[in-house]
């Protein structure tokens, strides 16, 4: 697996992480996300991207999504214990 990423930005307050990202990446299968931008915020109870945009060769992903849990330690239980909330615009390109 490939990943590129990158960040401008990148504020530290109190426990909160903001910052904008730009990723890419290729799996091994050949699956590549072409572009992944978005505005991260990173703060005890979640993770969200909002102006998130996702490209791979044949649909595009745009808008929200978060990832909300009481502590980064239930992400080793994240079917029971992370819940995911998202607000998605789908483009499909044939």
């Not at 426990?15 to 992944?36: C, L, P, Y």
């Amino acid at each position: 697996m490939n990943i590129n990423w990158g960040f401008k930005n990148l504020h530290l307050k109190h426990d909160t992480i903001t910052a904008q990202i730009n990723m890419n990446t290729k799996e091994r299968s050949g699956f590549a996300v072409k572009k992944f931008t978005a505005d991260i915020k990173f703060f005890p109870e979640a993770m969200e991207f909002s102006k998130m945009d996702i490209q791979t060769g044949k649909s595009r992903l745009r808008n929200f999504f978060a990832m909300r849990f009481k502590t980064f330690d239930d992400m080793s239980d994240f079917i029971d214990k992370i819940n995911m909330e998202g607000n998605f615009f789908r483009c499909i390109y044939r």
